[in-house]
């Protein structure tokens, strides 16, 4: 059995907006920005989620290593370039 950690999807999705304007030199049109939301916003749910290989696959996964996750306790940690954050977590049984 493997842990997860959800946490709450606008304080993710904004951590995530923080990260792309340091990353992404220039602006990300509609579509894709929802595309990358909706992707951030299953992560926050703690479960594994599959994302297809294609143009975004290193963004996302450039985000989710810039993250430490306390699986005792729940809670994490985010640091990038200047952008600190940390909250709580709950953490969540799952199946394997």
Request: proline share 2%; charged share 25%; no cysteine.
């Amino acid at each position: 059995m493997a842990i997860g950690h959800k946490i709450n999807e606008e304080e993710l999705v904004s951590l995530f907006d923080q990260f792309v304007g340091e990353v992404v030199h220039g602006e990300l049109d509609e579509e894709v920005t929802e595309f990358l939301h909706e992707t951030v916003r299953e992560m926050a749910s703690g479960h594994p989620i599959y994302v297809s290989k294609g143009d975004f696959t290193n963004l996302l996964n450039d985000f989710i290593s810039m993250f430490y996750f306390d699986d005792e306790k729940g809670g994490y940690h985010f640091e990038f370039e200047g952008i600190v954050a940390q909250g709580p977590t709950t953490l969540i049984n799952i199946d394997a």
